[in-house]
């Protein structure tokens, strides 16, 4: 019989769900019960009343204690499609609700049992009875349908205003859900004249009038992602952050024919780049390849740039051999063009997470999805005449001449890349730049053991 009783009103707890997902809302609806009557309803409405608190259980909540006059609801039962959260569950306490009942659990938020349970302490003077799972098939779908739309309609919408070119792939966002220590929001734009309209994505964190603007740029085969200690400890500093995608990397487009990717066009992009942002009073870290690329930078802008940190990197002018390391590196990429991302990254940081690694991994769901993969390596400048050799001698130039800001460089002990040498060479190449940092436990990739390394750099350019 109780069993019967439930269903039937937790199926009118549904049909106020169901009203909340047409006006818009996340679809949760609640009723409260006394004495065998619905005596108030309450739907989802906190972006129709712009109002935090408008949960339907807050909403039915409010309305029951109108009617009887009290904001004790003892005797009530409270029937809700979806977990309460800590909010609600703290009300429905507060109320002396004397029973709640609901649908479809919540891992994300659910204060009834999923992530805490603040009906099981019994130091609180109420002690509310707790049931879930009553329709919780029916009451999880309806919240998955509805989230299912809401994310086709945003598909449909970034597609119209970044339509996909036919010589291009976009790795679907689904690829990059739950990505470990990377909560910031995406940024896009395809409108910069050598993008032609290729979508490119980039991170922007922090104030515009920063201090200084850190413009983390990542090498092969990283994204964005690369940065994910750092960027915590610049944005606690009050800086700026801006982190792009290259394009046939992480979240940016990926052209499907390797040679679309040329070193001329890369540097172009970030050069664009940089002046819609408008960005100041730069930082510019680089790392790996994406050292090759940002180095030719500050030489075309140099009121910019303030700073420079520049880990495990060298600056490639084609007038000398290319390091061992980065040769065994092309070879690999021309030998095994399918090689996983993410074991590659766990070899030199085996304290890496499974989650991490995939993370790596998720640009890349296929073959057709890794033209810069095999073809970025290839374009560093190894011979005097090669596309961007003559930019990179320019640059060194202006390293050596003309640079006037502060410099940090760092190179990774297990470096099978570039190694301390290369390193030391770069760092005497860049006018006032103090002898390398070496982390003794890294490798390659520096920013993976980046957060201490990130607030000696914050103290270092702030002094």
């Known amino acids: 019989m109780q069993l019967q009783q439930n269903e039937h009103w937790m199926r009118q707890a549904l049909a106020q769900a169901q009203a909340a997902a047409l006006a818009g809302e996340v679809p949760v609806g609640a009723v409260v019960v006394k004495d065998g009557q619905v ?13 935090p608190t408008a949960h339907a259980e807050i909403v039915a909540l409010r309305a029951a204690a109108q009617l009887l006059g009290n904001y004790r609801l003892d005797g009530c039962t409270l029937y809700v499609t979806l977990e309460p959260c800590a909010m609600c569950s703290g009300a429905m306490l507060h109320a002396r609700v004397s029973r709640v009942v609901f649908g479809a ?7 009834a049992g999923s992530v805490l349970n603040l009906f099981g302490h019994a130091a609180i003077n109420h002690q509310t009875q707790v049931q879930g799972g009553v329709l919780a098939h029916e009451c999880g779908a309806l919240l998955s349908a509805f989230f299912r739309r809401r994310r086709a309609q945003q598909r449909a919408e970034a597609l119209a205003q970044h339509p996909l070119r036919d010589d291009a792939l976009r790795t679907p966002e689904a690829a990059f859900a739950h ?8 940024h896009y734009l395809s409108d910069l004249p050598s993008l032609a309209g290729l979508r490119m994505h980039y991170l922007d ?14 090498g092969d085969p990283a994204w964005s992602y690369l940065y994910r200690h750092m960027l915590p400890v610049f ?6 952050v801006v982190a792009p995608d290259l394009i046939g990397f992480g979240k940016s487009d990926k052209p499907k024919k390797d040679g679309f990717h040329h070193f001329a066009w890369h540097r172009q992009v970030l050069l664009e780049l940089i002046d819609r942002l408008d960005l100041h009073n730069i930082v510019l870290v680089v790392q790996g390849g994406g050292g090759m690329l940002g180095l030719t930078l500050p030489m075309a802008m140099p009121g910019r740039f303030a700073g420079l940190l520049a880990m495990n990197t060298w600056l490639a002018t084609g007038d000398a051999p290319l390091p061992p390391g980065l040769v065994q590196w092309r070879a690999l990429c021309a030998q095994k063009p399918l090689f996983g991302v993410g074991r590659l990254l766990a070899r030199g940081n085996p304290h890496l997470r499974q989650g991490e690694c995939a993370a ?15 073809a970025f390596s290839m374009r560093v400048p190894d011979q005097p005449d090669a596309e961007g050799a003559d930019a990179s001698r320019a640059a060194r130039s202006f390293w050596q001449h003309d640079w006037q800001g502060r410099s940090l460089a760092v190179a990774g002990a297990q470096d099978p890349v570039f190694g301390l040498p290369v390193v030391q060479a ?38």
């Open 360 to 374: 790596y991994d998720a640009p890349f769901p296929d073959r057709g999805y890794r033209a810069a993969l095999r």
């Open 179 to 186: 990505l470990p220590d990377y909560p910031w929001a995406p």
């Open 39 to 51: 005596i108030a309803t309450g739907r989802n409405a906190p972006v129709q009343g712009h109002d």
């Open 426 to 463: 770069l760092q005497r190449g860049i006018r006032g730049c103090p002898p390398p940092i070496v982390l003794p436990q890294a490798g390659h990739f520096v920013p993976e053991h980046g957060q201490a390394l990130a607030a000696q750099a914050v103290e270092y350019f702030s002094s």
């Open 105 to 111: 659990t919540d891992p994300k938020t659910g204060a």
């Open 235 to 240: 944005l606690a500093a009050g800086d700026r």
């Open 205 to 218: 964190e922090g104030p515009v009038q920063a201090p200084h603007t850190w413009l983390c740029l990542h």
